[in-house]
Each structure stands twice: as C-alpha cells, then as structure tokens.
T-cell receptor
Framework: SQTIHQWPATLVQPVGSPLSLECTVE??????LYWYRQAAGRGLQLLFY??????ISSEVPQNLSASRPQDRQFILSSKKLLLSDSGFYLC???????????????????FGPGTRLTVL | RKEVEQDPGPFNVPEGATVAFNCTYS??????FFWYRQDCRKEPKLLMS???SGNEDGRFTAQLNRASQYISLLIRDSKLSDSATYLC???????????FGAGTTVTVRA
C-alpha cells in the first residue's frame, strides 16, 4: 500500500530564516504531488503541484518554491520566511494522470500528516 | 464568489442523532466531488467520493444536485467518533485541480 511521509511535524522559525520541508511517497511510482497550506480556520490553499520529476506548477505568487528532485520526493522551500507563512503545510499525492500533464478529472488525493509551521 | 462554500457550523448533535449539511460550488462544469474528514490538527482523510446518483457508505450518505450545484452529506446514528470537520471538495476546471471548502464542524455529544 502507499504511504506518504512529511517532516518535520512541527517547526518554529524566525522571520527571515530559510525553510525546507520534505515529503516522500512510498508504494507507488510517478505520482502527482501537491503542496497545500491551511491557515487557521480556512480552507486548503494549493501552492504547487507536480506531475513528474522536475515539473512544477505554481499556483500562488509568494516567496515559496518547490522542487521534485526524485520521482517520489517533493520539497517546499523558502529563502526568507515571512510571518504570513505560518500555517499547516500538507503534502498530498494522487495516482491518476490527465491529458497534457494536468491532473485527471477523477483525481483523488491522499494527504501526509502535515508540518505545522510557526514563524515568529 | 468562492469556488466552494460550506456552512462552518458547528453542528452540535447528541449521539444517535442524524445530522446533514450542504456545500455549494460555483463551477457548473465540475466533474468530481468528495467529502474529506479532518480531525483537529490532523491531515484531511478521504471520507467518500460523491457520485451523480448519490451513494452510501455505512452511516454516511452523499448526494449531488447538479441543477442547484450543491452536494450534501448525511450522517445517521451519530457516534462520538464522528466529531470532526468535514471538508467539501470539488474539482475546478479547466485543469481539474481540487478546491476545498473551509469545512463544516460537527460535534457529537454523549
């Protein structure tokens, strides 16, 4: 069966410091991978998604970036954190491929345990 | 207008009661609909997909109304363990990414 891992589980960082969050998936190959952020009391906001190695689509202009150096590894980074970057960061995977690299219309996503980031 | 809107609740119900709530979506061409469950400070977990004809999974029943652009979730015989936030999820065209509602909180009391 498939398993998705995220670390760290909790992180407290000062404003202006760098960030690196890692997500890995086991038990599947060539997954679609996603990074979401959930602010307190709000819905999930899609930040990035990737349909393959080196392929990253950015959804929201911000000071975050994502990379996919290996098939089942997805990394979220920042060079300088802002207070507004605080939130619950969730990585998700799905297995269905759509046309031209887009998510499939019947795509179902499965989430990792998340990283709770507090920027002070 | 938000792509997916939910009544935030909370819905406070006694054990054994039935609770139902809706979610509306703005894109009439959306094709996939889901309910996810999120416990406090945890990741969302897929509860069920919602099919055009409606579907049932144990005590949970989901309905889709394309004409009015809403989906519903009904929980029968509520258990304490059903206390959670229920997220309505819809795929958004043209590229089928998923859009999440902010969630409906349900609290089942003994």
């Amino acid at each position: 069966s498939q398993t998705i891992h995220q670390w760290p589980a909790t992180l407290v960082q000062p404003v202006g410091s760098p960030l690196s969050l890692e997500c890995t998936v086991e038990g599947t190959s060539n997954p679609n991978l996603y990074w979401y952020r959930q602010a307190a009391g709000r819905g999930l906001q899609l930040l990035f998604y990737s349909v393959g190695i080196g392929q990253i689509s950015s959804e929201v202009p911000q000071n975050l970036s994502a990379s996919r150096p290996q098939d089942r590894q997805f990394i979220l980074s920042s060079k300088k954190l802002l207070l507004s970057d605080s939130g619950f960061y969730l990585c998700a995977w799905s297995g269905l491929k759509g046309l031209a690299g887009a998510p499939h219309p019947k795509d179902t996503q499965y989430f990792g345990p998340g990283t709770r980031l507090t920027v002070l | 207008r938000k792509e997916v809107e939910q009544d935030p609740g909370p819905f406070n119900v006694p054990e054994g009661a039935t609770v139902a709530f809706n979610c509306t979506y703005s894109n009439s061409a959306s094709q996939s609909f889901f309910w996810y469950r999120q416990d406090c400070r945890k990741e969302p977990k897929l509860l069920m997909s919602v099919y055009s004809s409606g579907n049932e999974d144990g005590r949970f029943t989901a309905q889709l109304n394309r004409a009015s652009q809403y989906i519903s979730l009904l929980i029968r015989d509520s258990k304490l363990s059903d206390s959670a936030t229920y997220l309505c999820v819809v795929n958004i065209l043209p590229d089928y990414k998923l859009s999440f509602g902010a969630g409906t909180t349900v609290t089942v009391r003994a």
